[in-house]
């Protein structure tokens, strides 16, 4: 962890982004807006968590980088909260889903009444779920990085800039999560057992996050029923990841000697950040504006 993790601001501007921001493509564009669907509430909900866990953690430097996380987290949230509601303004009104979404992260993952020791257990055991989620995540930006098949299909520039500027910054803090868990507790069969559940919850609510946007769709009006075909097609053209780039990232999270620095390549994730312009021009506006 030797590079600090610290929020950076951006400026995106939706206005000339269109519905189906992959032409011609409203099924990889769906899959892939399903992680607006998620991550506003899911990112908060992060946020949450690892404040509950600041006063337990005693090593400075780790504090440090949890609290940048957090910070790249909340402003993550943001970001795709706006894409939600360029989504509305399109007339493809996201809330139904979202709203499930958020039961999920604040009513079923959230605080509960309990007693000490059951709140101590309930704290670890969402710190590991939150550290496999990272686990994908790391693993999805540096697929998005690397994702030239949609620039090639004339996918949209300002929401590629998004997802990568994301995807970046997941690369860059891929260990916090990872380092906070262990320093908490790192039990083995607890990163067992959240994997198991978090990597089956994931597909669910990506493929059912797709097809409810296609059902509601205002061009599409349900009219493309999401099949497996679909997605390994677009795998096949490198528009959306492998099934078999996602089922081995599970078994590399298992393995005894894992740790999340194996994954993803910092470098680059930092070289687009410095280019990234919704970075820029936030940075512009910010030396003009004071």
């Given at each position: 962890?030797?590079?600090?993790?610290?929020?950076?601001?951006?400026?995106?501007?939706?206005?000339?982004?269109?519905?189906?921001?992959?032409?011609?493509?409203?099924?990889?564009?769906?899959?892939?807006?399903?992680?607006?669907?998620?991550?506003?509430?899911?990112?908060?909900?992060?946020?949450?968590?690892?404040?509950?866990?600041?006063?337990?953690?005693?090593?400075?430097?780790?504090?440090?980088?949890?609290?940048?996380?957090?910070?790249?987290?909340?402003?993550?949230?943001?970001?795709?909260?706006?894409?939600?509601?360029?989504?509305?303004?399109?007339?493809?009104?996201?809330?139904?889903?979202?709203?499930?979404?958020?039961?999920?992260?604040?009513?079923?993952?959230?605080?509960?009444?309990?007693?000490?020791?059951?709140?101590?257990?309930?704290?670890?055991?969402?710190?590991?779920?939150?550290a496999a989620i990272e686990?994908?995540?790391?693993?999805?930006?540096?697929?998005?990085?690397?994702?030239g098949p949609l620039d090639?299909?004339?996918?949209?520039?300002?929401?590629?800039?998004?997802?990568?500027?994301?995807?970046?910054?997941?690369?860059?803090?891929?260990?916090?999560?990872?380092?906070?868990?262990?320093?908490?507790?790192?039990?083995?069969?607890?990163?067992?057992r959240t994997m198991a559940?978090?990597?089956?919850?994931?597909?669910?609510?990506?493929?059912?996050?797709?097809?409810?946007?296609?059902?509601?769709?205002?061009?599409?009006?349900?009219?493309?029923?999401?099949?497996?075909?679909?997605?390994?097609?677009?795998?096949?053209?490198?528009?959306?990841?492998?099934?078999?780039?996602?089922?081995?990232?599970?078994?590399?999270?298992?393995?005894?000697?894992?740790?999340?620095?194996?994954?993803?390549?910092?470098?680059?994730?930092?070289?687009?950040?410095?280019?990234?312009?919704?970075?820029?021009?936030?940075?512009?506006?910010?030396?003009?504006?004071?």
């Open positions: 962890m030797s590079n600090k993790i610290a929020p950076r601001r951006v400026r995106f501007s939706w206005e000339d982004t269109p519905l189906h921001w992959v032409p011609g493509d409203p099924f990889t564009t769906h899959l892939i807006n399903t992680l607006h669907l998620l991550l506003p509430a899911g990112e908060r909900w992060f946020v949450h968590v690892f404040r509950q866990a600041l006063p337990h953690i005693t090593d400075p430097l780790l504090r440090e980088q949890v609290k940048g996380f957090m910070g790249q987290e909340g402003t993550h949230a943001v970001a795709h909260q706006r894409v939600l509601e360029h989504l509305r303004e399109q007339g493809l009104d996201p809330a139904p889903y979202v709203e499930n979404v958020e039961w999920l992260f604040e009513r079923l993952l959230g605080d509960h009444t309990l007693p000490p020791a059951a709140r101590r257990f309930w704290l670890l055991e969402r710190v590991a779920i939150i686990h994908y995540t790391a693993v999805l930006g540096q697929w998005i990085l690397d994702a090639e299909a004339g996918a949209d520039a300002v929401m590629m800039d998004l997802l990568r500027w994301h995807g970046a910054e997941e690369v860059e803090h891929r260990s916090v999560a990872y380092d906070l868990f262990t320093h908490l507790d790192g039990s083995y069969a607890r990163r067992v559940g978090t990597g089956p919850a994931m597909i669910y609510l990506i493929r059912n996050g797709g097809r409810f946007l296609l059902e509601h769709d205002p061009i599409v009006r349900g009219r493309i029923v999401p099949k497996w075909s679909h997605y390994l097609y677009r795998a096949g053209q490198g528009r959306v990841p492998t099934l078999r780039s996602l089922a081995l990232a599970m078994p590399r999270y298992l393995r005894p000697g894992f740790h999340p620095s194996q994954e993803g390549d910092v470098r680059q994730a930092l070289a687009y950040i410095a280019v990234s312009p919704a970075h820029r021009e936030f940075e512009s506006y910010r030396r003009a504006h004071g």
